[in-house]
């Protein structure tokens, strides 16, 4: 696209990490990833963990039902691992499609993980399971020892738990979720896209840990992985403006309540649904990218899952977007990234 062109059009976009709640949250935040998206990955870490496929099948109905008529949206269902999984749950789940991926959230990591992993070790022979069939095993890469500084527990995943698990399991299809830091960018570049891909967020490649901290703390910044080096936040944008396809969209959208952000224990979780697919536009249009913005976008999730590329298109116009300040949720709300901010972009409807 030149600088004279207002217009672009792509292959409709898939989010391959969103995170949707249930129940009245769920009926509030999904229609902003369906005006967008075509498909989304659903993150399985409610408070009562999707761990089985009687549960992903009732939780995806709910999803369906919450889902505004007018977008045609297919959410892809994950499996929520625990020491208790076995390999014949996911290999049932896997193939009668009711799980596209299985997520590894380590104990205690993040929201709503205190069922996660305690060991690697303790899911040997689900890994086993999952490599031998083609399952994808979707990763929150961060160390749990509470002795490993926070800025660091991403690289000293790679080296202390990554590394090994794929030394032993090397066929096993593996994306490493929502990457933050130089090191994983370069050790997911030195390996079969194939194998090995990762997803990145629009927050991560906006912005660095000194926003976080800008005129005060900034609650709605606050996420797990937390934002990084000025030094990462370039990795990232680097790796995606050179078009290499072990790179793809996963937005990491994660709402909560205003009250739950700002409270004594702030959450950790960045919901940037109503601006995300936009924010990645401006980004790629930043770094004089946009023709690799299709591959990103729609092209490279697809072919590391095995699934077709979709067929519809989507247009955007060099238009000024103002994102929504707050969604009102009784006495409550939730704020989105960029909360009242302008886009250079906006969809053509």
Request: net charge positive; with cysteine.
């Amino acid at each position: 696209m030149s600088k004279f062109e207002k217009k672009i059009i792509i292959i409709k976009p898939d989010d391959w990490h969103v995170h949707l709640r249930d129940k009245k949250i769920l009926n509030k935040v999904i229609k902003y990833t369906g005006q967008f998206y075509k498909r989304a990955v659903i993150m399985p870490n409610l408070k009562d963990p999707i761990t089985s496929c009687f549960k992903s099948i009732a939780y995806r109905k709910q999803i369906l039902k919450a889902m505004n008529v007018n977008y045609k949206f297919e959410p892809l269902m994950t499996c929520y691992l625990t020491s208790s999984t076995t390999p014949k749950e996911l290999e049932f789940g896997f193939f009668k499609k009711i799980f596209i991926a299985a997520k590894l959230y380590p104990h205690c990591s993040t929201t709503n993980s205190q069922q996660g992993v305690k060991a690697i070790s303790d899911i040997n022979c689900v890994l086993e399971c999952m490599e031998k069939i083609g399952m994808p095993l979707l990763i929150h890469g961060e160390e749990i020892n509470q002795n490993i500084d926070i800025y660091d527990r991403e690289s000293e995943f790679i080296k202390n738990t990554l590394e090994p698990l794929r030394n032993k399991f090397p066929q096993l299809k593996i994306v490493l979720e929502h990457i933050t830091t130089k090191e994983s960018v370069e050790y997911i570049k030195k390996h079969d896209c194939n194998y090995l891909s990762g997803t990145i967020t629009p927050h991560h490649l906006m912005l660095n840990r000194n926003d976080m901290f800008s005129s005060g703390i900034q609650p709605y910044l606050y996420c797990l992985p937390i934002l990084k080096k000025n030094k990462h936040q370039k990795a990232l944008r680097k790796a995606i403006a050179s078009g290499d396809n072990h790179f793809f969209l996963g937005s990491d959208t994660a709402p909560h309540l205003h009250k739950n952000k700002i409270g004594s224990f702030g959450c950790a979780g960045i919901f940037n649904a109503p601006s995300s697919f936009l924010s990645y536009v401006t980004i790629f249009e930043e770094m004089k990218a946009l023709k690799y913005l299709q591959a990103f976008c729609s092209e490279n999730g697809p072919k590391f899952y095995n699934m077709p590329i979709n067929k519809e298109t989507i247009t955007l116009v060099k238009k000024p977007y103002k994102v929504l300040k707050q969604i009102n949720f009784g006495k409550n709300k939730i704020i989105p990234f960029l909360s009242g901010k302008t886009l250079n972009w906006s969809l053509q409807k």
